[in-house]
């Protein structure tokens, strides 16, 4: 399959920004990226000490954050602007206001039909990443993962104004859609959405999964993956959004739309078995 236009930006995009430049031009890309983005840096290690670009993006907090312990707690995954929140309806969710896209469409052919009708009337939280924001990512709660999907795909930009323009930008972009249990056996998805530029989506614990290449995606299943709230599961090697898909009556979210969180923020809590 030829590659779409935006892979192939992104993809030159990407040599340069893991290219070990000379120390003092590295030092100049370095500063300049942080002073036009307005990177707060202050949770990092100092700016020039980054050897290429990719590692500024990808960079690892100084110290761990705290959030609340508390197993019904569920923490932001990352840093990020929270473009749209809301309930599901039958199938449906915003990518943005005004602008709907089928949620089952974008889980892809390789969810059931049971899970995805689990969904119905659920809720959703969609996270975007900025260039100036951290890029990691953490687990948002004590979880199972039982499968991880790549479904290739283009990689538009997921910035606001595109979103407004672009119908079913989150269905047409590559990502990566994890499939997972809370404690109390509800199901919730956590979506990595590609983006142009770097385009890059690591999951740590699934090396397999190789984004913005020649690769048609792929299927892992697991048996036995469990993951603490707060794990480091890997990064984006640009900005780009997760997408929260959660199961009806599983999470009350506290989050509104446009406002900024960080990772270990609590975002919403479980709720309750009646």
Not at 15 to 27: I, R, Y
Not at 128 to 137: K, N, T
Not at 190 to 218: C, Q, R
Not at 258 to 274: K, P, Q
């Amino acid at each position: 399959m030829q590659q779409h236009f935006t892979s192939t930006l992104s993809q030159a995009f990407g040599k340069f920004a893991s290219k070990k430049h000379s120390s003092a031009f590295q030092k100049f890309i370095n500063k300049t990226y942080v002073s036009m983005m307005g990177l707060d840096m202050s949770d990092f290690k100092s700016t020039e000490s980054y050897e290429t670009l990719n590692a500024l993006f990808t960079r690892h907090l100084n110290e761990p954050r705290r959030f609340d312990r508390n197993p019904n707690a569920m923490i932001s995954p990352c840093d990020s602007l929270i473009t749209e929140a809301g309930r599901i309806e039958q199938t449906r969710a915003l990518q943005i206001k005004g602008m709907s896209y089928d949620v089952n469409g974008f889980l892809g052919e390789h969810i059931s039909q049971s899970n995805k009708d689990r969904l119905i009337n659920g809720d959703y939280i969609n996270f975007y990443l900025s260039p100036r924001d951290y890029h990691r990512y953490h687990i948002p709660l004590d979880m199972q993962v039982t499968k991880a999907i790549h479904i290739a795909g283009k990689l538009y930009p997921v910035n606001i104004p595109t979103l407004k323009r672009k119908v079913d930008l989150f269905i047409e972009n590559e990502r990566v859609v994890l499939e997972c249990i809370s404690t109390n056996g509800k199901l919730f998805y956590l979506v990595l959405v590609g983006a142009l530029n770097v385009g890059k989506m690591v999951v740590s614990f699934e090396p397999l999964i190789n984004t913005n290449s020649s690769s048609m995606g792929g299927v892992y299943e697991y048996e036995n993956l469990h993951l603490s709230k707060g794990d480091d599961f890997g990064c984006f090697m640009m900005g780009s959004t997760i997408i929260l898909l959660a199961e009806s009556g599983m999470l009350t979210s506290h989050v509104t739309v446009g406002e900024s969180v960080r990772f270990g923020e609590t975002i919403a809590t479980l709720c309750e078995e009646s």
